[in-house]
């Protein structure tokens, strides 16, 4: 024993300098090793509303260039050009209705949601100013955008809920885009119209401007879907509407997907906090918007525009989901998304 304990000095001294050499040659090691390597682009799409201008400035301000050489914006235009851009894979994160997001997952397309962002940019737009709820159109005729896509499935969610029949109390009339039901309200040739922000606040200005103001009809901000939503379920006035989904280019690529996530809370504080330099920026990027339509629309969303991460807005998500499945199952592809959905953030 009194031998080993003798040698044990010496071997001591020589475990220890052993262990500090191996602890050093890893810390040099770690710090050797290289940063990430750049990606060469990184494509960022979605409409031209309001959950895409985070997206732009992103882009504009060049808030990603440590993580890729170029990043692009690029608009979708439909909900048909959206699906045919997810199923392509042919960009890296994308901007949609979070209804679309949970139908494309369960349809075995690779995506993940990141986020919710809108929470809310529904309103009715009308001639008449004395309408506040939607049972205030009962017998009348209500212009809609988009058959099936998002405005029209909570349009017909919340009449229904109120025993209101679509199509018999309430008749639609579908129309190919938003622009289209606002040229027929400037027109006269509707009353009544359910529109996204910034379409309604770009309508609004159009329809008060000279000359479309000397034939246009007196156009008004009418009920408030949120506001509605609220009402009829009982619930806060807010609608988990759309956010930004990762494709299979970026979803496993974590690193990438926390450097997005803080860059997407600054651009959508400095949205919300610059209307004005948000409208003139994103009027660059889409030739239809305006900047003084999207500051407007910025400031009638104020309380609705929140980043929320999937993960945490996922029991808000079910609440909608099931809704959605309780009426037309197809509308999110037939079932709950699996927990893997909401592990992009």
């Not at 209705?97 to 369960?106: K, Y």
Request: some cysteine; hydrophobic content about 45%.
């Amino acid at each position: 024993m009194r031998g080993f304990l003798g040698r044990g000095r010496s071997s001591r001294r020589e475990w220890i300098a052993g262990v500090a050499g191996l602890l050093g040659s890893g810390v040099s090691a770690l710090r050797a090793q290289p940063a990430p390597a750049k990606r060469k682009t990184l494509v960022l799409a979605g409409p031209f509303a309001s959950v895409s201008y985070p997206l732009m400035r992103m882009v504009d301000s060049g808030a990603l260039a440590d993580v890729a050489e170029k990043v692009d914006f690029v608009t979708w235009k439909s909900p048909d050009q959206l699906r045919a851009m997810a199923i392509a894979q042919s960009a890296d994160v994308v901007a949609m209705p979070s209804n679309v997001a949970a139908n494309l997952f369960n349809r075995g397309v690779p995506l993940r949601l990141l986020d919710i962002t809108i929470w809310g940019l529904l309103w009715m737009v009308s001639r008449d100013a004395n309408l506040k709820t939607l049972a205030d159109f009962r017998g009348r005729e209500v212009v809609m955008p988009f058959r099936g896509d998002m405005p029209d499935i909570i349009f017909n969610l919340l009449a229904e809920r109120q025993g209101i029949a679509v199509g018999k109390d309430i008749k639609l009339r579908y129309v190919a885009s938003p622009i289209d039901a606002m040229q027929l309200l400037i027109t006269r040739r509707a009353d009544h119209a359910l529109l996204a922000e910034p379409a309604v606040s770009m309508g609004l200005h159009k329809s008060q401007s000279f000359p479309i103001k000397v034939v246009a009809p007196t156009l008004y901000r009418s009920v408030d879907l949120q506001q509605e939503w609220g009402r009829v379920l009982g619930r806060p006035p807010r609608i988990p509407q759309a956010g930004i989904v990762a494709l299979k280019s970026v979803m496993g690529d974590a690193t990438l997907l926390q450097r997005l996530e803080r860059a997407q809370a600054e651009a959508l504080r400095w949205c919300v906090e610059q209307p004005e330099a948000c409208g003139a920026m994103a009027a660059r990027y889409v030739d239809m918007l305006t900047p003084d339509g999207v500051a407007d629309a910025m400031r009638a969303t104020r309380s609705t525009t929140e980043l929320v991460r999937a993960r945490d807005a996922r029991a808000e998500l079910e609440f909608f989901y099931q809704l959605l499945l309780d009426r037309q199952p197809g509308l999110v592809g037939g079932k709950m998304p699996a927990a893997a959905f909401y592990e992009g953030s």
